[in-house]
């Protein structure tokens, strides 16, 4: 029996059907903004936990992970961890997680990407902001800017992530990519561009020209906001 099956067996009744039908209403009439964060999970855990009063573990994964973004980007082993959470509550979480990235990804590939940047900057800073640790990727555009591969080069560190020159030309040889945007991200918070994030930049781009392939920008995606290396001047 799983955690939350458990935890439900020896929960006593409380006023929780009353409580989810006022959060509905209030859903309801004036839609997601008029309920607090912890509100938006916890009906979100009732849907999976309906025996449950589901408020103060909504709380506790908010305080845990330090907001509702840090949730919904958490690993599924990481938010099981947390006392009350089964396979079914983080289902949960992260078929939310997955709709909302696929929403947001499809907003970005259905237009030039150039043209549609806070689009790009909106599904980036969902999927990657809150990370814990470092993800590399490289976003490859046609030569009508339209985006042709979303790769996830791969995770490194908590504070530091591998760009392989080589590998990523080669990949955008493999691709037939016309240009590239490269992405990652800094755990720290701060999306400041470190020395090394500038140095392998050029690389890229220098290899790129070679071979007819631009390097259009590299966005750094932080919990305080993003840098883009080219509007910095840095490239």
């Known amino acids: 029996?799983?955690?939350?099956?458990?935890?439900?067996?020896?929960?006593?009744?409380?006023?929780?059907?009353?409580?989810?039908?006022?959060?509905?209403?209030?859903?309801?009439q004036a839609?997601?903004?008029?309920?607090?964060?912890?509100?938006?999970?916890?009906?979100?855990?009732?849907?999976?936990?309906?025996?449950?009063?589901?408020?103060p573990l909504a709380k506790e994964l908010i305080r845990t992970f330090g907001g509702i973004g840090g949730l919904m980007s958490a690993d599924w082993a990481a938010i099981a961890r947390v006392p009350g959470m089964g396979d079914t509550s983080v289902a949960a979480i992260k078929i939310?997680?997955?709709?909302?990235?696929?929403?947001?990804?499809?907003?970005?590939?259905?237009?030039p990407v150039l043209g549609s940047w806070q689009a790009l900057l909106d599904y980036l800073r969902a999927d990657m902001a809150f990370l814990g640790v470092e993800?590399?990727?490289?976003?490859?555009?046609?030569?009508?800017?339209?985006?042709?591969?979303?790769?996830h080069m791969g995770d490194g560190s908590i504070d530091q992530a591998a760009i392989y020159v080589r590998e990523v030309i080669k990949r955008a040889i493999d691709f037939g990519s016309a240009a590239l945007?490269?992405?990652?991200?800094?755990?720290?918070?701060?999306?400041?561009?470190?020395?090394?994030?500038?140095?392998?930049?050029?690389?890229?781009i220098d290899a790129g020209k070679r071979l007819g392939i631009s390097v259009h920008d590299h966005i750094i995606i932080g919990a305080q906001g993003h840098v883009s290396l080219r509007a910095k001047g840095l490239l």
Do not use: F
Request: glycine share 4%; proline share 5%.
């Open 135 to 151: 993800r590399v990727r490289v976003l490859h555009l046609n030569s009508r800017n339209m985006l042709i591969r979303d790769d």
């Open 31 to 55: 839609g997601g903004e008029a309920l607090h964060d912890h509100e938006l999970i916890e009906y979100l855990l009732a849907l999976a936990i309906p025996r449950r009063d589901t408020k």
């Open 1 to 28: 029996m799983a955690d939350e099956d458990r935890q439900v067996a020896q929960d006593a009744p409380h006023d929780g059907v009353g409580h989810r039908a006022r959060l509905r209403q209030k859903l309801a």
């Open 181 to 204: 945007i490269l992405v990652h991200n800094h755990p720290s918070g701060s999306p400041e561009p470190s020395r090394q994030d500038i140095d392998v930049t050029r690389q890229i």
């Open 96 to 111: 939310v997680q997955a709709t909302a990235l696929r929403m947001l990804r499809n907003e970005v590939a259905a237009r």
